[in-house]
């Protein structure tokens, strides 16, 4: 008898085991085929129910979270101005349509990302100076596909966007639409020029770290030489140099002497003493005048002084809306951002800074026309 029941044992055994392979195999094949009622014992019926409303709930759940978190694409920011300022740092939804339109034909459409999309992950990334880490989770890819997309859409923003929005008008159109406090101070007025800024990492290259580092700033510095009209729209900005070269130098090897006319004025800084380069070109340059040698300035002088001060100061508000505008400007950048594929080419960085450049012409000015 004991024989018997052991020798019975092995196949009840394993017809329990087959029994829950099968509801195994019956969860794992839910969402493919349908199952056949009659096959499932009440137990795998309710573990079968209890696994279909878990299923519901975490479906109900993800639709929650994207609901409260905002989905990022087109039609989460049509019609939201305040979205679209407030991470992309443009003004309105039309003119974030005018940036993707210049673009469009130019970005995969294969990728894992919309072609709008792409744009937006770069915009939010300049816009709030995003980590590549953060966007990869927001936009539910890996990092290494954040990274590339970011590169991609840079790149054609910088050949598309910076020569449409960002170049050097013609004397009359620049006259016609002078603002009043140029008209009365500095009527032939075409460009007031300046350097912008940013700190970087210290550089590996000792050579890179002794063109780099500022004395007055105690850190290593990139600067940029940028000009913008008497509209406050930038209309040229360099590629970058270390800030221990002169300013001088940086203006006569920028390229910005070629783009000035016969009869223009410059406005700058005392620190931009290339006078002699401009009046090569038949332009004028003014800069405050120097109190060197002398106890105080004289009373004409001191009067161009403040009115040169009043406008000149607007260069500056330019750079502030700028860096305001897109904080990725703010933070210090990263050595690899600073590192040129080619020996001659633009780094990342130069990039950056002259697409958001661009960018900032695309919101309203802040020099009053009147």
């Known amino acids: 008898m004991e024989r018997y029941e052991q020798h019975n044992r092995i196949p009840i055994k394993r017809m329990e085991a087959e029994k829950k392979q099968d509801a195994v195999d019956v969860l794992l094949e839910l969402s493919v085929e349908p199952v056949p009622q009659q096959c499932l014992s009440n137990h795998c019926k309710d573990a079968i129910a209890e696994v279909l409303q878990e299923c519901d709930d975490l479906r109900e759940e993800n639709r929650r979270l994207k609901t409260k978190l905002g989905i990022l694409d087109e039609q989460a920011f049509a019609n939201d101005d305040e979205k679209v300022k407030a991470l992309t740092g443009l003004p309105t939804f039309a003119k974030l349509q005018v940036v993707l339109f210049s673009v ?31 966007l990869s989770v927001l936009f ?39 603002p009043m406090i140029f008209r009365q101070t500095y009527p032939r007025c075409a460009c007031i020029i300046d350097c912008l800024k940013f700190f970087i990492e210290n550089p590996k290259d000792l050579e890179a770290r002794a063109q780099t580092y500022s004395t007055y700033k105690h850190h290593h510095t990139m600067k940029y030489l940028i000009g913008i009209s008497p509209q406050g729209t930038v209309i040229f900005i360099s590629k970058g140099w270390g800030d221990r070269t002169s300013d001088k130098r940086v203006t006569e090897n920028s390229g910005f002497l070629e783009c000035i006319s016969a009869g223009d004025v410059i406005l700058a800084d005392q620190g931009f003493n290339v006078a002699e ?9 003014n800069i405050p005048a120097f109190t060197k040698g002398r106890k105080q300035l004289s009373p004409v002088e001191l009067e161009s002084t403040h009115g040169l ?16 505008r897109y904080t990725i400007l703010q933070s210090t950048i990263g050595i690899q951002m600073c590192e040129a594929e080619h020996p001659k080419g633009l780094t990342v960085l130069d990039k950056v800074v002259h697409v958001c450049c661009a960018l900032t012409n695309v919101a309203p000015s802040i020099i009053p026309s009147g």
């Open 277 to 285: 380069s401009i009046s090569l070109y038949n332009a004028e340059l």
């Open 309 to 324: 001060a009043s406008v000149r100061i607007h260069v500056e508000r330019v750079i502030g809306e700028t860096r305001n």
């Open 104 to 134: 469009i034909l130019c970005l995969p459409t294969h990728a894992t990302l919309s072609p709008f999309q792409q744009l937006l992950l770069t915009l939010m990334r300049m816009k709030m100076n995003l980590s590549l880490a953060l």
């Open 140 to 178: 539910q890819i890996s990092i290494a596909t954040a990274s590339r997309t970011f590169r991609t859409t840079l790149d054609m923003l910088h050949a598309k966007l910076v020569p449409s929005f960002l170049f050097w008008p013609q004397r009359e159109e620049l006259r016609l639409s002078m």
